[in-house]
């Protein structure tokens, strides 16, 4: 007796093994919150998460991690980076904490979309999608043992967890595909392609606001006819990459009567989950839309 109950007592102040919680739960991160809300979901009460960006005043583009996140880095038994040119110092971290063991989910390679190419693939519902199944690839590769939940929690999120995501996807590009639309920069791109929405503005310029370059004299010519001209239905900006054109195509808008939709590139508010956050922002779209056209 006295001996189990030693062996109970160590058993109880043994340290957990490196890549999990005290508790036994993977450790798992993703260097935005837009991709580690969807890994949390996915390994579900046998993974704590931890995204490295949330704060939605942070430019990921110009982010330097800190001690505190090469750790989180360096524990993580799966980790998914962006790629793509978006967050090159998380490729840094991983590089400075090399781990065999380590399963890493990068979107660039998983999407097939190269370097130079647009970064932002959270908001191409085909892309989540990929990016979901390696997620729950690399989960089941590193705990095997829980291959039937890893699975069970992907079905679920796929066929309830993103229903109202999918429908309103489905709703918009049915109603209003064709429409022309105007945007602020490239991370509107991947959403009207899924929208079916018709994106009108210059893509020099999209993607000079994107990069933090200035764009031409041209291009702000035509997107300040554009809105003059009532040639867009609807005016879609990045809210944190606000620039002194942006600033003032949206103030144009809006004194035109063109409705004005503000996107995000990390989830507003933070707690939220992926799937709240972007069923916010599409049903403010579909809303501005019916708002544009009447229909």
Same mark, same amino acid.
């Given at each position: 007796?006295?001996?189990?109950?030693?062996?109970?007592?160590? &058993?109880?102040?043994?340290? $957990?093994?490196?890549? !999990?919680?005290?508790?036994?739960?993977?450790?798992?991160? %993703?260097? @935005?919150? +837009?991709?580690?809300?969807?890994?949390?979901?996915?390994?579900?009460?046998?993974?704590?998460?931890?995204?490295?960006?949330?704060?939605?005043?942070?430019?990921?583009?110009?982010?330097?991690?800190?001690?505190?996140?090469?750790?989180?880095?360096?524990?993580?038994?799966?980790?998914?980076?962006?790629?793509?040119?978006?967050?090159?110092?998380?490729?840094?971290?991983?590089?400075?904490?090399?781990?065999?063991?380590?399963?890493?989910?990068?979107?660039?390679?998983?999407?097939?979309?190269?370097?130079?190419?647009?970064?932002?693939?959270?908001?191409?519902?085909?892309?989540?999608?990929?990016?979901?199944?390696?997620?729950?690839?690399?989960?089941?590769?590193?705990?095997?043992?829980?291959?039937?939940?890893? &699975?069970?929690?992907?079905? $679920?999120?796929?066929? !309830?967890?993103?229903?109202?995501?999918?429908?309103?996807? %489905?709703? @918009?590009? +049915?109603?209003?595909?064709?429409?022309?639309?105007?945007?602020?920069?490239?991370?509107?791109?991947?959403?009207?392609?899924?929208?079916?929405?018709?994106?009108?503005?210059?893509?020099?310029?999209?993607?000079?606001?994107?990069?933090?370059?200035?764009?031409?004299?041209?291009?702000?010519?035509?997107?300040?006819?554009?809105?003059?001209?009532?040639?867009?239905?609807?005016?879609?900006?990045?809210?944190?990459?606000?620039?002194?054109?942006?600033?003032?195509?949206?103030?144009?808008?809006?004194?035109?009567?063109?409705?004005?939709?503000?996107?995000?590139?990390?989830?507003?508010?933070?707690?939220?989950?992926?799937?709240?956050?972007?069923?916010?922002?599409?049903?403010?779209?579909?809303?501005?839309?019916?708002?544009?056209?009447?229909?």
């Amino acid at each position: 007796m006295a001996v189990l109950a030693i062996a109970a007592l160590l &058993a109880g102040c043994a340290v $957990a093994p490196p890549g !999990t919680t005290g508790t036994g739960r993977l450790e798992v991160a %993703a260097s @935005i919150n +837009a991709w580690g809300s969807i890994l949390a979901q996915l390994g579900g009460v046998r993974v704590h998460e931890t995204s490295i960006i949330s704060n939605p005043n942070t430019d990921p583009h110009d982010y330097e991690p800190t001690p505190a996140d090469a750790r989180v880095i360096a524990q993580s038994r799966v980790f998914t980076q962006n790629g793509i040119g978006y967050d090159a110092w998380a490729a840094r971290a991983l590089a400075a904490s090399p781990d065999s063991s380590r399963q890493v989910v990068t979107v660039g390679a998983v999407t097939g979309v190269p370097a130079g190419g647009n970064p932002h693939r959270w908001y191409s519902p085909t892309d989540v999608e990929r990016v979901a199944d390696a997620m729950t690839a690399a989960l089941t590769k590193v705990d095997p043992h829980d291959a039937g939940y890893f &699975a069970d929690r992907r079905r $679920a999120f796929d066929t !309830t967890d993103l229903a109202r995501y999918h429908q309103l996807i %489905a709703d @918009i590009r +049915a109603r209003y595909a064709g429409t022309p639309i105007g945007a602020s920069e490239s991370i509107v791109t991947p959403l009207a392609d899924a929208l079916g929405l018709h994106l009108v503005t210059p893509a020099a310029f999209l993607q000079a606001i994107s990069e933090g370059s200035d764009p031409s004299a041209a291009d702000k010519a035509t997107i300040d006819r554009q809105i003059a001209t009532h040639a867009i239905a609807v005016y879609v900006f990045n809210s944190q990459n606000g620039t002194p054109d942006v600033s003032a195509q949206v103030a144009a808008a809006r004194a035109a009567g063109i409705p004005v939709v503000a996107v995000t590139e990390t989830l507003i508010p933070a707690t939220a989950t992926f799937q709240d956050w972007q069923v916010a922002q599409l049903t403010a779209l579909q809303a501005a839309l019916q708002q544009a056209t009447g229909r």
